[in-house]
């Protein structure tokens, strides 16, 4: 492996960041600091059209978030800076003459209407129009390889529009290298001649991209699938410039949790999970898009979560730290396969991370929930209900729900758990109870349960009979963590209160 290894994420700011991107930050991410390498970030803005003012913020709140930060990027470390593409685009079109004075490149004035009467009169005949060595200088595209230099300086100079395509060989057969899917072979016939630069003074993608990389020093392009078809483009161009290339790795795609297509936001939207780090507002529409972080998900769990989807250890461990990702993150083992995303299987990360939690770290995170309810009560108090809670919770937010009878009397009882457990004679049954119950001096949950369970077989009677009575009145269902537990935890005096209220009440 290079010493040098320098890695870069360029996210296009034209709206929310998809998990398949964050997934592609973060394989960079992980592989550079495997290799003790630079993480960049670029933020790659040529398409103004489809610009949005807080994508670029969003994106970098998200990595944040995920706890992958760069290491250059935007307002930080710019030792190649500028970041944005939108403020190098000087860069481009010295970089665009070179390739016309090298014969790579070639003016074209063809307007859209042209194109569209090439390509129907194509499909008319059953093929398919491609701009490239079979079509463009036999009269009918109008481009520099057939016209005057003097002709082409002079609709320039009038402001006619314009593109600069690459030049695509004939008759060759390109050897291309995936550190993923190995070995690639392209004719170079079947390739179009890409557009590299526009009359408005802005590139394409495939320019900005190379000469970006090229400059920054970028050692591995680790991508989305997505762009597999544009590596013979790149390849060539590296060649055109005489520039050598870097490695370049392509990843699978994130697919939907049927198996096909890829993962999209409606998705999401169908089957009620997120498909973005962070929460998104739509500054146009108003819409607003769930995120990871906003469902209640913790950030290292939602990583560990991603660095599986398209990548495996070897062997059946599925719980890593960041740290450990790090150490273990090989790109020999990305799947070229598609990985199909499982939101059950996303559940289980955040549940498994749940357990890993200290109480005192989740105490933290469930306060400001009681404090919403007006609920104050001593820390200490609190990380014992955690402790009793955790194991059936996925989410922080599943606390209260899963607690809310240590902090607050019942106010109202399960109807099924009522008709099937409290009988004509429970009343009585509970009031005989309560006069154990204030007799017991020791109040710990083990002297609690010795005690009423002795008192139920000196009855001769079943302990259901009492045990699920107790508990309703107790909780309001049949549900809880171990019941002499919550017995010692509110305390003698609400137990009693609350078996008062259950027998008034049912």
């Known amino acids: 492996m290079e010493s040098n290894v320098r890695v870069r994420f360029a996210p296009s700011p034209t709206g929310p960041l998809h998990i398949g991107g964050v997934r592609t930050a973060l394989y960079n991410y992980l592989f550079a600091k495997k290799h003790n390498g630079t993480f960049i970030l670029r933020i790659e803005d040529t398409d103004q059209t489809r610009y949005v003012a807080n994508a670029e913020k969003y994106i970098v709140d998200a990595l944040k978030w995920c706890n992958i930060p760069f290491d250059e990027g935007p307002q930080k470390n710019e030792k190649f800076g500028p970041y944005r593409q939108s403020e190098r685009k000087d860069l481009y079109k010295k970089y665009a003459n070179i390739l016309l004075e090298k014969g790579w490149a070639y003016y074209a004035f063809d307007t859209s209407e042209q194109l569209d009467t090439e390509r129907k009169g194509h499909e008319e005949k059953g093929k398919t129009f491609i701009y490239n060595w079979h079509n463009r200088q036999k009269g009918r595209l109008v481009n520099s390889l057939i016209l005057s230099e003097d002709e082409v300086q002079k609709r320039i100079n009038s402001g006619d529009k314009y593109v600069i395509r690459f030049k695509t060989p004939q008759d060759e057969v390109l050897i291309l290298e995936d550190e993923i899917r190995g070995t690639i072979k392209i004719d170079t016939n079947t390739l179009?001649?890409?557009?590299?630069?526009?009359?408005?003074?802005?590139?394409?993608?495939?320019?900005?991209?190379?000469?970006?990389?090229?400059?920054?020093?970028?050692?591995?392009?680790?991508?989305?699938?997505?762009?597999?078809?544009?590596?013979?483009?790149?390849?060539?161009?590296?060649?055109?410039?005489?520039?050598?290339?870097?490695?370049?790795?392509?990843?699978?795609?994130?697919?939907?949790?049927?198996?096909?297509?890829?993962?999209?936001?409606?998705?999401?939207?169908?089957?009620?999970?997120?498909?973005?780090?962070?929460?998104?507002?739509?500054?146009?529409?108003?819409?607003?898009?769930?995120?990871?972080?906003?469902?209640?998900?913790?950030?290292?769990?939602?990583?560990?979560?991603?660095?599986?989807?398209?990548?495996?250890?070897?062997?059946?461990?599925?719980?890593?730290?960041?740290?450990?990702?790090?150490?273990?993150?090989?790109?020999?083992?990305?799947?070229?396969?598609?990985?199909?995303?499982?939101?059950?299987?996303?559940?289980?990360?955040?549940?498994?991370?749940?357990?890993?939690?200290?109480?005192?770290?989740?105490?933290?995170?469930?306060?400001?929930?009681?404090?919403?309810?007006?609920?104050?009560?001593?820390?200490?108090?609190?990380?014992?209900?955690?402790?009793?809670?955790?194991?059936?919770?996925?989410?922080?937010?599943?606390?209260?729900?899963?607690?809310?009878?240590?902090?607050?009397?019942?106010?109202?009882?399960?109807?099924?758990?009522?008709?099937?457990?409290?009988?004509?004679?429970?009343?009585?049954?509970?009031?005989?109870?309560?006069?154990?119950?204030?007799?017991?001096?020791?109040?710990?949950?083990?002297?609690?349960?010795?005690?009423?369970?002795?008192?139920?077989?000196?009855?001769?009677?079943?302990?259901?009979?009492?045990?699920?009575?107790?508990?309703?009145?107790?909780?309001?269902?049949?549900?809880?963590?171990?019941?002499?537990?919550?017995i010692a935890m509110i305390g003698k005096e609400k137990t009693i209160k609350r078996l008062e209220n259950a027998i008034k009440k049912l």
Do not use: C
């Open 192 to 486: 179009d001649d890409k557009i590299l630069f526009k009359s408005d003074g802005m590139p394409t993608y495939h320019l900005a991209n190379i000469v970006d990389d090229h400059l920054m020093e970028i050692s591995h392009v680790i991508r989305g699938e997505e762009w597999l078809p544009s590596l013979p483009l790149h390849t060539l161009l590296y060649k055109a410039f005489g520039w050598s290339a870097p490695k370049f790795a392509h990843l699978p795609l994130i697919l939907k949790p049927v198996g096909k297509g890829k993962l999209s936001k409606r998705d999401g939207d169908k089957l009620g999970f997120p498909v973005f780090p962070l929460a998104y507002k739509n500054e146009v529409s108003g819409d607003v898009s769930r995120g990871y972080k906003e469902d209640g998900y913790f950030n290292d769990a939602f990583i560990n979560m991603l660095a599986f989807l398209g990548w495996n250890p070897g062997t059946e461990r599925e719980l890593f730290s960041l740290e450990e990702l790090v150490q273990e993150f090989d790109l020999k083992r990305v799947s070229k396969s598609g990985a199909k995303f499982n939101p059950d299987k996303t559940k289980w990360f955040q549940q498994q991370y749940m357990q890993t939690k200290s109480d005192v770290e989740l105490t933290d995170l469930f306060i400001p929930i009681l404090e919403e309810k007006g609920i104050s009560i001593d820390k200490n108090y609190i990380q014992k209900v955690i402790a009793s809670i955790k194991e059936r919770a996925v989410f922080v937010n599943d606390f209260w729900a899963l607690s809310s009878f240590f902090f607050v009397t019942p106010s109202e009882y399960n109807a099924k758990n009522v008709k099937k457990n409290w009988k004509e004679g429970t009343p009585d049954l509970m009031q005989e109870l309560i006069k154990v119950i204030s007799l017991i001096e020791d109040f710990s949950s083990e002297n609690i349960e010795k005690v009423i369970k002795e008192w139920i077989s000196s009855k001769e009677i079943g302990f259901g009979k009492v045990m699920q009575p107790l508990r309703l009145s107790l909780v309001g269902k049949l549900a809880g963590p171990h019941l002499f537990d919550i």
